[in-house]
């Protein structure tokens, strides 16, 4: 069955992606209708997070950033597939990056870099990044249960020269990169929900008891990678700028847990900024 529906979506997706992004903004427009009102798309699970997570907001105010998030949901679900078609150009354009100086001298000094990042804007987008670094670059990713979802998403991850690692293969990857002497930079989405058997630490995070996986942190101490935290804001529609903050330099030495505590904190800086940037419909509190 998952290949049945892969073969019907591909081709379908091929062609109306070919469109320019303005005119798939209108497809995202009526995408917004049926994910925030009918049917919906895990709206309870949304309006629950929201109001756990800002009890200080009213009844309103909590509706109106669900409405927001829905609207980005449906832009982000557009931009994912449009990566089918985007030039470098393009990408460039609408990804850009402030500051990367910032990894170019850590290049230079020699280091690997563990960096944080989140289901905050269109963290797919940043495929682009071995553009703008000399590091190789290499996302840790979980694979789909569909594999032939999982094989068209990791093409058009790599379509820059972005590596791919699945969460199981990471140390060996970067063993296999010091061994050639190669400078990796490898990005961890850092806000999903380790399963029940594989929860090792919790901590407040968005008012609420949260559990995190320690997996940055610990390859980042015993590899004495610099730990970098992205901050993806949209600037407007299709268009994102990203920045990166050096959270530590050296990590030898440094205190266990602080390492996740700092880069929870900052992502909570980030969605306290524009709430309805980040993905409310995971089940993030499960447990």
């Known amino acids: 069955m998952g290949r049945i529906i892969f073969y019907i979506f591909y081709p379908l997706n091929w062609i109306i992606t070919l469109l320019p992004l303005r ?46 998030f829905y609207s980005h949901l449906a832009d982000l679900f557009v931009e994912i597939l449009k990566l ?29 870099l563990a960096v944080i990042l989140s289901h905050y804007n269109n963290w797919e987008w940043l495929s682009i990044l071995p553009l703008y670094t000399r590091h190789k670059n290499v996302s840790i990713y979980k694979p789909l249960h569909n594999k032939y979802f999982d094989r068209y998403l990791n093409k058009i991850r790599s379509k820059y020269k972005m590596g791919l690692a699945p969460m199981g293969e990471i140390v060996r990857e970067i063993i296999n990169n010091r061994r050639e002497g ?53 600037i407007k529609r299709g268009y994102y700028n990203l920045t990166a903050e050096l ?41």
């Not at 505590?261 to 993905?279: F, G, Q, Y």
Request: aromatic fraction near 14%; proline fraction near 5%; glycine fraction near 2%.
């Open 23 to 68: 005119i798939l903004y209108i497809c995202s427009d009526l995408i917004f209708i049926f994910l925030c009102y009918f049917p919906s798309y895990r709206k309870k699970i949304v309006l629950s997070n929201l109001k756990n997570s800002f009890p200080e907001k009213s009844e309103d105010e909590i509706r109106k950033i669900a409405r927001k």
């Open 84 to 112: 089918t078609h985007m030039s470098k150009r393009q990408l460039l354009r609408r990804m850009t990056f402030t500051n990367p100086e910032l990894l170019e001298k850590l290049f230079n000094d020699g280091r690997d």
């Open 182 to 234: 190669i400078r990796g930079l490898y990005a961890f989405i850092a806000d999903q929900t380790p399963a029940r058997t594989l929860i090792r630490y919790r901590t407040d995070f968005l008012n609420q008891d949260t559990p995190v996986f320690l997996g940055p942190e610990k390859i980042a101490v015993k590899y004495n990678m610099a730990v970098i935290f992205f901050k993806i804001r949209k």
């Open 247 to 287: 959270l530590f330099e050296n990590t030898t030495g440094v205190p266990e847990y602080l390492i996740t505590d700092t880069h929870v904190k900052k992502l909570e800086e980030l969605i306290r900024e524009k709430p309805e940037h980040w993905i409310w419909s995971h089940r993030r509190w499960k447990y």
